[in-house]
């Protein structure tokens, strides 16, 4: 069993460049979740989503789009990448909302240079 | 709304140290209680929970009671090891709500 996995792993990225970062669960979740951390700081949650079809915006959702078309899938989308979202990514799922702990993924490191 | 207080870290110890990260909670219902370790390079892993007042959740020797007369949910392990070294979050979730609330991690020094 996997549970969730991020791809890639790390990239590095020119400033103005779109970028996806995916995620996938195999637990058949009907929560996930995507934050990101920063040197030195807690995590902060960009998106959610607590069934698929439908997503909402978490404390910094500005520069992030996601959708959620399936359980398993995901994905996170950079627009137009500026340095200040250099952080490491994390997806995480969870059975519902509400109550429920959250199992997360390896994470995804990117630098937008 | 809802907020979790976990103590300023790091915290550096010594091996086979007793450890306690306070963590204190405000909340307007009933919430699940959590602690989470992140070992470095790798995502959170759920460490223990708590699900309702004076359990007590374990795992891998660490411990914590949820009081809810206190609200607290101090984590505790009586002998530490190198190997505990890394960041500890402790977070809360209602029913009713959309997110886990987490604190702002503890970062752990275990010194051989």
């Known amino acids: 069993i996997a549970g969730i996995t991020q791809a890639p792993t790390s990239q590095i990225l020119a400033a103005g460049r779109r970028m996806t970062l995916r995620c996938t669960q195999d637990m058949r979740h009907n929560a996930m979740y995507w934050y990101r951390q920063d040197l030195g700081l807690g995590l902060r949650l960009i998106h959610y989503s607590n069934t698929a079809g439908t997503t909402g915006k978490g404390e910094v959702p500005d520069g992030y789009s996601v959708s959620r078309a399936n359980t398993d899938d995901f994905p996170l989308t950079l627009a137009s990448a500026v340095p200040s979202q250099t952080s490491v990514y994390f997806c995480?799922?969870?059975?519902?909302?509400?109550?429920?702990?959250?199992?997360f993924g390896p994470g995804t490191r990117l630098t937008v240079t | 709304g809802n907020s979790v207080t976990q103590m300023e870290g790091p915290v550096t110890l010594s091996e086979e140290a007793f450890l306690t990260i306070n963590c204190t909670y405000t909340a307007t219902g009933y919430p699940s209680l959590f602690w989470y370790v992140q070992y470095p390079g790798e995502g959170l892993q759920l460490l223990l929970k708590a699900t309702k007042a004076d359990d007590k959740g374990s795992n891998k020797g660490f411990e914590a009671t949820y009081r809810k007369e206190t609200t607290s949910f101090h984590l505790e392990k009586g002998s530490v090891q190198v190997s505990d070294s890394a960041v500890y979050f402790c977070a809360l979730s209602e029913p009713r709500d959309d997110k886990i609330i987490f604190g702002k991690g503890t970062r752990l020094h275990i010194l051989p």
């Open positions: 995480a799922s969870s059975p519902q909302q509400g109550g429920y702990e959250q199992y």
